[in-house]
């Protein structure tokens, strides 16, 4: 076994290695080791996997029949949707700058309400630090070198507010409640009832949770999957929130159990990202660091909100607008992060604090383009149609030819689909006019520092995959990339999806991972791909699967298709549920389920070698610790590597020759395995331990593209234009400003003018208009696709500036729109960014509504 800090304290990390002064300067290129191989494998068009996802995308094949939505409070009484009672809708004009004082005081108000002046303040200085944990909200890095004392936005001090929450909700509290009457609490509510504190089970035929030890969990687990008749018969789903180290262990202990079934939240998100970045490019992640950020002359942020997703780049946008750089922002929602920023660490440098607190903060977007809903690669082609016509008139001026021949492949065909694709398809499907893309191409025409930022904006649209494309084309066609101040940028949403990704946590098959894991563990792993979260929930509907396992995360709220995804879950023999805090997914259960609490970051994991740190990895690649600094609340609450640990040695007994108890005392073990296992891992305990941890390997960071052809692949793709029938309308799915994923901490979304409301829509004026529809009017919404429809009662209409014909929601409260068959191409990423819909005002299903609830009362 490699040597690791605590066989051989020299490991830990020389001292010139940590000093502050040698971390990498703005501009500078961070040492990263070599090039992997491409990490992302994208099956043959004839592949299964392939033809099945392509198949879905375009065809009513393997059809999932719609179930009853709107009336599956008469059926269940379990509510697997948030409830409809409406809380106090309050409007106020949007917001036309984020964070600023507000800001602050929100984070000490979440903190000091949720855990106390004392707890609070304290994990609130321990957050983001060198020597602390790691946030467990988003993804967005830290700096290399300097960090405030305060390194944290306001959703990160909502996260963490959660997670050290000095409230129990133990076995009392469930005693008290049954699973009915904790599901027609809030989701804010459960969220704010306290920490999970000590095992549960509920039993069959029990409609509460009661105490259970840790030992018969385990037993129950082992008796179910041992029970199977294929280890394919189970499903292992996987949250980002979830550190490097128990991530490992998770997907070996699914893999010597015998199964690939590993759907994790990234099939949510940035699945589509991955699916376009590896083949042009040979890595399924972006290429720039923050110090790009910095030095960018350029920055186009395309289908992101970081006002409210990400919070801290404002933080690295605000310095980029003060080193020169331009911004175009593409946004079917005008978002007070993309207007202007006052940055809550200037109310501490005495030459900008009068500035930040009178002033109207810095201005962020130079060229605003709102685009309508799925119009991307339209806009897309149209900036670079502007730049082609640019380079006819200033010859090797815009298009870097030069970069264009040494690197890539596939430009003339590129070209040739950009230059054919007319104004009029352009204008009509982005709604953007000739004359404004002009303005945006003019700003990237002469420059070729120029970094491209996406997020669920772009991925989970009907052609995500190909308008992430349509990016890197931008990106070759310009040589931007591969350099200082230029590259690609896919914004992860938590705070370590990319690192469960890198840790094996996939449903595909990568052989070099599974030889060199076979090699590692000594045993073989199953060759055939698993499920995917779509896949997953499909199975389990179809009673294909009898155990879930869900270490961590929240899936019946995070996923499409509401309904069906709570249909499948009570089809199941076993469901386990590894969490902090309650949620609604947590209640709508198999025959028998467990719910079984673990620690968050900000708790100290003691174990026999002493406290245990982890690791996570942020959306620039860097690896870095992670280690808590509160002590955890009394109870019986286990790390997520002893439960791993625990249910493996009970399930596997004699068929594994793994050490999981010397892993659960002292994770320096499972690091020392990832080292000789994953690449760029190597000396894995000893970089974790420098101040501010390492970059991973990153080709074409370094202009390695591991392709297979060994060349940075231009894209031709297909331009769809939209087909709607009268009166229907394009939905998107968002979050509110207090909401961190399908984490709800108050309902109100200030920047946006909502106040104490969630369930609301956002419509275009006009479209109001249409339909005979005013301000605060109660509406039904009907999502349709391929015949079927599935339909949520009493939202309220909101008149707001988004392009007509298109209209908004918070999600999960409209997940039970979005169909499971509704997919994007290659990368079967539910389309929670393309729903079609109709709206009609409440009253109109009054008579309907007493019919059906009749019917299904009578049916229960």
Not at 156 to 162: D, L, P, Q, R, Y
Not at 534 to 541: D, T
Not at 792 to 818: M, R, S
Request: include cysteine.
């Amino acid at each position: 076994m490699e040597d690791s800090p605590v066989t051989d304290p020299s490991k830990a990390g020389k001292a010139h290695e940590q000093q502050a002064s040698d971390a990498p300067k703005s501009g500078e290129r961070p040492d990263q080791g070599t090039a992997p191989a491409a990490d992302y494998e994208i099956p043959a068009a004839d592949h299964p996997t392939m033809a099945g996802h392509e198949a879905s995308a375009d065809a009513p094949t393997r059809r999932i029949p719609a179930l009853e939505t709107a009336n599956a409070k008469y059926l269940h009484p379990v509510l697997a949707q948030p409830t409809e009672a409406l809380t106090g809708l309050r409007l106020e004009g949007r917001e036309k700058v984020a964070a600023g004082v507000t800001a602050v005081l929100k984070s000490m108000q979440f903190s000091w309400g949720q855990d106390g002046v004392g707890r609070g303040t304290k994990a609130l200085l321990g957050l983001n630090q060198k020597d602390g944990f790691d946030c467990s909200s988003c993804a967005w890095p830290d700096p290399d070198e300097h960090r405030s004392v305060a390194e944290f936005c306001e959703n990160g001090a909502k996260a963490t507010a959660s997670d050290a929450d000095d409230k129990a909700a133990g076995p009392e509290f469930f005693a008290r409640h049954s699973l009915a009457e904790l599901s027609r609490m809030t989701d804010r509510d459960q969220n704010n009832a306290g920490r999970l504190t000590h095992p549960l089970v509920k039993r069959p035929g029990d409609n509460h949770y009661s105490p259970i030890a840790w030992p018969d969990a385990f037993d129950i687990i082992a008796k179910e999957l041992n029970a199977l008749d294929s280890p394919d018969e189970a499903v292992f789903y996987t949250s980002g929130k979830v550190p490097n180290e128990p991530a490992f262990l998770f997907q070996l202990f699914v893999r010597q159990f015998g199964t690939n079934n590993l759907p994790d939240c990234s099939n949510m998100c940035h699945e589509s990202s991955g699916s376009a970045l590896s083949p042009t490019l040979g890595l399924g992640k972006g290429s720039v660091t923050l110090n790009d950020i910095h030095e960018a002359e350029v920055i186009l942020i395309i289908g992101q909100n970081p006002g409210t997703n990400h919070p801290r780049m404002l933080s690295a946008l605000q310095k980029a607008k003060r080193n020169g750089a331009k911004i175009i922002s593409v946004n079917p929602l005008i978002e007070a992060g993309l207007v202007a920023f006052k940055n809550p660490q200037d109310f501490m440098n005495p030459l900008r604090a009068l500035g930040a607190l009178m002033g109207d903060g810095t201005p962020i977007t130079d060229v605003y383009l709102q685009v309508r809903v799925d119009g991307d690669m339209a806009l897309l082609r149209g900036l670079m149609k502007h730049l082609f016509e640019a380079e006819d008139l200033n010859p090797g001026q815009v298009v870097d030819r030069q970069f264009v021949e040494e690197f890539t492949t596939g430009f003339e065909s590129f070209e040739q689909n950009i230059r054919n694709t007319s104004w009029e398809d352009i204008e009509e499907v982005s709604g953007i006019s000739r004359a404004q893309l002009l303005e945006a191409a003019n700003l990237l025409a002469h420059k070729q520092k120029i970094i491209t930022c996406w997020a669920m904006g772009i991925t989970q649209q009907r052609k995500g995959v190909q308008t992430i494309q349509e990016i890197v084309n931008l990106q070759l066609m310009k040589g931007a990339i591969g350099k200082p101040g230029a590259g690609t940028c896919p914004v992860r949403g938590h705070s370590n999806v990319q690192g469960d990704r890198t840790m094996g946590i996939w449903e595909r098959v990568n052989s070099t991972f599974l030889d060199s894991l076979e090699k590692e563990f000594k045993f073989t792993a199953p060759r055939e791909d698993g499920l995917d979260v779509v896949e997953s929930i499909k199975a389990m509907h179809l009673g294909k699967t009898k155990v879930y396992f869900g270490l961590g995360g929240n899936l019946l709220a995070a996923g499409p298709d509401t309904e069906i995804i709570a249909d499948g879950m009570r089809k199941q023999n076993l469901t386990v549920y590894v969490g902090t805090k309650l949620n609604r997914g947590h209640l709508v259960t198999g025959k028998t389920s467990l719910l079984l609490p673990c620690f968050t970051h900000v708790d100290i994991d003691l174990q026999k070698s002493g406290q245990q740190m982890t690791s996570c990895e942020n959306s620039m690649g860097v690896v870095s610790q992670n280690k808590g600094i509160l002590v955890p609340l009394a109870g019986e609450m286990l790390s997520e590597v002893a439960i791993i640990c625990g249910m493996a040695i009970a399930t596997l007994g004699d068929r594994t020759t793994t050490d999981w108890v010397a892993m659960t005392e002292n994770y320096d073990v499972i690091r020392d395995h990832i080292a000789r296992v994953i690449p760029g891992f190597e000396g894995f305990n000893e970089k974790l331990r420098r101040p501010g941890g390492f970059y991973l390997p990153n080709g074409p960071r370094e202009r390695k593209f591991t392709t297979k052809n060994g060349k940075a692949n231009f894209s031709t793709t297909t331009l769809d234009k939209p087909h709607l029938e009268p009166g229907q309308l394009v939905l998107m799915t968002v979050r509110s400003h207090d909401q961190f994923n399908t984490t709800i901490y108050e309902y109100n979304d200030r920047y946006r003018g909502i106040h104490n409301e969630r369930r609301v829509l956002f419509m275009n004026p006009a479209d109001l208009a249409d339909r005979g529809l005013k301000a605060q009017d109660l509406i039904d919404i009907t999502s349709h696709f391929e015949g079927e429809e599935r339909r949520v009662e009493k939202f309220v209409a909101v008149p707001y500036d988004i392009p007509q014909g298109n209209v908004c929601a918070y999600f999960p409260e409209a997940n039970p729109l979005v169909p499971i068959t509704s997919v994007a191409k290659v990368s079967n990423t539910p389309t929670s960014k393309y729903v079609v819909v109709t709206v009609v005002p409440t009253a109109v299903n009054n008579e309907k509504r007493v019919q059906a609830r009749e019917a299904m009362m009578a049916q229960a």
